[in-house]
């Protein structure tokens, strides 16, 4: 590459023009992607279980970033007729719709028990949400994607895949479906100029405290990773603005551990 076209790239991709649907923004990873696309340049629209907190994510971003830059959708994204609502809501808010960031889990309301001891229907709620969900947003969002001819769908796995974790066995193989639809799904929709990835994070410290890590988890946690510090959403951030930016494209159907090095696939 010339050395003036390298001087022209941005360390941080600018998603300007672009719409991002962050799915569970309310709080936590999602609320720092919002914040952080905003940032980036992109009009947001999160989509999310909580209203309240959907909201003030929303109101945060547009502090941020200007007015008018985010809007927040009540939706469950286990429910297919909200899921479809919601998408061309934001869409029509926006113009188009560019990303698709499925973020939206149950995960940290979750108690570590044996897999015996996990009530049936607690299993199947995680299981719609976290794998319906991935699914009927990307159904929703890929035909407007299409149409453009661009699209990124970037969903949030876990490490926990990769390391088998044991103690919350719906919650693992619902991330483990995630990294197979990811591939899978890249196949059919790659003709059209979407990509489909997924990102896999580690033990990911936000403002939500989980009553299920203990202080010997946490020191646990350390001993596991290469990089001895606690993993914030914000190493997230870089990795999925770079899979949602232009310079992105090429690269579809991977899972990307950040991990501070507790995991090599
Ligand atoms: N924090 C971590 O250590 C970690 C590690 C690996 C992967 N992840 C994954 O990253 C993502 C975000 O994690 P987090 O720690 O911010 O989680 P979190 O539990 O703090 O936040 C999840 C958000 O999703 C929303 N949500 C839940 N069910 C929903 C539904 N049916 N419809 C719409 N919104 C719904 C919640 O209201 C909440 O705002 C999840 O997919 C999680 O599985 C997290």
């Known amino acids: 590459m010339k050395e003036d076209k390298m001087n022209d790239m941005q360390a941080t991709p600018s998603l300007a023009g672009r719409v991002a649907i962050i799915t569970g923004g309310g709080q936590g990873i999602g609320r720092v992607f919002a ?7 992109a009009k947001v629209g999160i989509v999310e279980l909580n209203e309240e907190k959907g909201q ?15 809007i927040s959708i009540q939706a469950d994204v286990a429910d297919p007729a909200a899921v479809e609502a919601a998408v061309a809501a934001v869409a029509n808010k926006f113009g188009r719709l560019d990303i698709a960031i499925n973020n939206a889990a149950i995960f940290s309301t979750l108690k570590m028990r044996g897999f015996e001891e996990i009530p049936f229907d607690e299993w199947s709620a995680v299981m719609r949400v976290n794998v319906d969900g991935v699914m009927l947003v990307s159904k929703a969002c890929v035909p407007l994607m299409r149409a453009q001819k661009h699209g990124r769908i970037i969903n949030i796995s876990s490490g926990v895949v990769t390391m088998g974790r044991p103690f919350y066995l719906h919650y693992v193989t619902s991330k483990a479906a995630v990294v197979g639809m990811t591939r899978a799904m890249a196949r059919e929709v790659g003709t059209d100029g979407i990509t489909v990835n997924a990102i896999l994070p580690g033990a990911t410290f936000t403002e939500v405290e989980r009553e299920t890590v203990s202080a010997e988890q946490k020191s646990q946690i350390l001993n596991m990773q290469c990089i001895k510090r606690h993993e914030t959403p914000e ?3 870089a990795s999925a603005l770079y899979l949602a930016s ?18 090599f696939r």
């Not at 914040?35 to 340049?41: I, L, M, P, S, V």
């Not at 929303?58 to 008018?68: F, K």
Request: net charge negative.
């Open 235 to 237: 190493d997230l951030l």
């Open 35 to 41: 914040k952080g696309f905003a940032a980036a340049g």
């Open 56 to 70: 003030s994510v929303a109101t945060e971003v547009d502090q941020q970033s200007g007015p008018g830059t985010a």
């Open 246 to 263: 232009d310079g992105g494209g090429f690269v579809t159907g991977q899972s990307i551990a950040i991990d501070g090095g507790t995991t």
